[in-house]
């Protein structure tokens, strides 16, 4: 049975432990980039590499991200936040000391995996922990830890990577998550009370297996085919995914006739909010995944800032980010409903036309403080968006749904964002020459990144369009939150910024 509120002070220990996880993950997702760079001249690594440092980690996190919290609810979700924090100590570590881009990115994909592990428990010991009375209060704390880990992110891993400690260059992005993880799961032992749910779904392996597997095909072969000259198997490889794909939908189907616990809820796509909603999550992360990666490259490779101008750089954006965030939640979206996200994504396609324009006229000789405008441009229409757009997705899903529901939303989001980060090659890599001679580097990089922002836009066009099919007047936070009360937590993953 789900445990109630302890009478004592140890509940407010273990929301610092299972907070302080989920700040570690979020600053790990954001701190990476700004040091590619420093990582690639470091290790030697080539640009797939590159790709699979960040899309690896994107990609285990996605695919064990649903059967992480049914792990939670049938062995006890402290057990798996302690395997999975202590995991996750254990992959920074083999991560810092890399020797080199091979072990880092296997690394990452350990890391990734372990992070599906602790993440999706933290909400829900949150919710076996507090009494509902109190959770108002924990998750608005929560959205705080949040806001305040996507924002120090960048600027965290620049500050590290600037400061070269011990010599160690980038390595500290990743041993700094050492002692938190240690202190972590020491405490966690001692503080986190223990819980499972009280009728838990069995697990899907095989529907992890074949979606993993059908995500790779195409991945794969997006990242490494630039640098090996698209071979065959690479297009055999691609064109067999969408077979995979159908293989998984099948066995879904059979998996919710045998035992009602599939990965995935098939019959939440006949929701056409739901269905459209999936889409836009998907496709959000693929423009999220395609931008940030290249952003970075164009900062510090092609216009040779260092990783702290590139990571100050950035500010005006995140600070954007917040404050339309806590607007659209508060003001606008219970005023305007859809209309509200549709015009974030607008705003970003104007933030995004902008920054082009710039690029275009300033060159190589562009100075951050001109790009502050289309920065933030971009984060007032992501802000409009990502705040309450989990809400929007779900405000028709059945209530006894809602838990598959979000979490599936989670998982789509972090697909794409992986499914971006493998298309970097095509919209970024692929229209650089491969033999540039130094004085060419900056003028190619700012063509390549005018082209990446083109697909962008396309991508954020085509997500303006699917919002038609989301509720005119969704559901947003109170009132989502009561009428999901009954079902226990529902496990909202939010989309990271840089």
Known sequence: ???????????????????????????????????????????????????????????????????GGRLGDIYG??????????????????????????????????????????????????????????????????????????????????????????????????????????????????????????????????????????????????????????PLWGHLSMIASPAVFALFVVYERYKTRKDGSPLVELSLFKVKSFAAGIAVQLTFGVALGIFFLVWTLYMQVGLGWSALRAGTTGIPFSIAVSLAAGLSVQQLVPRFGRKVLQAGALTMVAGLLLY????????????PWQMALPLVVMGLGMGLIVAPLTDAVLSEVPREHAGSAS??????????????????????????????APGQVGTAFVAAFQNALWWATAVLVAIFCLMF???ARPKIGAEAAAEAEADGPVAKEPVLTP
């Open 356 to 367: 082009i324009w710039e690029a275009d006229r300033y060159g190589t000789a562009i100075h």
């Open 1 to 67: 049975m789900t445990s109630t509120a302890p009478p004592d002070r140890r509940r407010w220990f273990a929301l610092a432990i299972v907070m302080t996880a989920a700040f570690m993950d979020l600053v790990d997702v954001t701190i990476v980039n700004i040091a590619i760079p420093s990582i690639q001249q470091d290790l030697g690594a080539t640009f797939g590499a590159i790709q699979w440092i960040t899309a690896g980690y994107a990609l285990a996190f996605a695919a064990g991200l649903i059967t």
């Open 469 to 471: 099919a989301l509720p």
């Open 77 to 230: 979700r402290k057990r798996l936040f302690l395997i999975g924090i202590g995991g996750f100590t254990l992959a920074s570590a083999l991560c810092g000391f890399a020797g080199n881009p091979e072990i880092l990115v296997a690394s990452r994909v350990l890391q990734g995996g372990m992070a599906a592990l602790m993440v999706p428990q933290v909400l829900s010991i949150v919710h076996a922990t507090f009494p509902a009375h109190e959770r108002g209060k924990v998750f608005g704390l929560f959205g705080a830890i949040v806001g305040l880990g996507a924002v120090s992110g960048p600027m965290l891993g620049a500050l590290l990577t600037e400061w070269n400690l011990f010599g160690l260059e980038w390595r500290p992005i990743f041993l700094i998550n050492l002692p938190v993880g240690v202190a972590g799961l020491i405490l966690g032992a001692r503080f986190i009370t223990e819980s499972k749910a009280p009728k838990a779904l069995r697990l899907d392996l095989v529907g992890v297996a074949l979606a993993t597997l059908g995500l790779l095909m195409l991945i794969y072969p997006l990242t490494r085919g630039e640098e090996l000259d698209w």
């Open 407 to 436: 979490g599936l939303i989670n998982t789509m989001q972090q697909m794409g964002n992986a499914l971006g980060l493998g298309l970097v090659s095509v919209v970024f890599f692929g229209v650089i020459d491969d033999h540039l």
